[in-house]
């Protein structure tokens, strides 16, 4: 299982308390937007989350000035990851970061 960055955004303001808490609000305000059901947590000490789409963990690592997205799968799995399955894990990411103001809508 290798951990491959997917994608990178810069973004506005850095996570905080209010923007962490703003943040589990949008994405369990968009959790219909997943094509299937999903956990999510922080990763202790980190600012780090953790989606859970079985079986690709999501790991979202947020810094000062940008969020890195990663994925992790077993190797069965990745024949399934594709490029439109990866821009889609993208567009919900960068919605849910949309709505939670890290990121200004253009």
Same mark, same amino acid.
């Given at each position: 299982? /290798? %951990?491959e /960055?997917?994608? &990178? *955004?810069k973004?506005?303001k850095? !996570?905080n308390a209010? %923007?962490?808490?703003?943040?589990?609000a949008n994405?369990e305000?968009?959790a219909?937007l +997943?094509?299937?059901p999903f956990e999510?947590?922080? &990763? &202790?000490?980190?600012?780090v989350?953790?989606? !859970?789409?079985?079986p690709?963990d999501?790991e =979202?690592? *947020?810094?000062p000035?940008k969020v890195e997205l990663y994925?992790?799968?077993?190797?069965?799995?990745?024949?399934g *990851?594709?490029?439109?399955?990866?821009?889609?894990l993208r567009?919900? =990411?960068?919605?849910v !970061?949309q709505? +939670?103001?890290f990121i200004?809508?253009?």
């Open positions: 299982m /290798k %951990r /960055k997917i994608y &990178e *955004f973004i506005d850095a !996570l209010a %923007r962490r808490e703003a943040l589990e994405i305000k968009n219909a +997943s094509p299937k999510y947590g922080w &990763e &202790e000490d980190a600012d989350l953790h989606i !859970l789409i079985d690709v999501i =979202v690592e *947020f810094q000035e994925a992790t799968a077993p190797i069965w799995a990745k024949v *990851f594709t490029e439109k399955k990866k821009a889609e567009g919900l =990411v960068e919605t !970061l709505d +939670s103001k200004s809508t253009k």
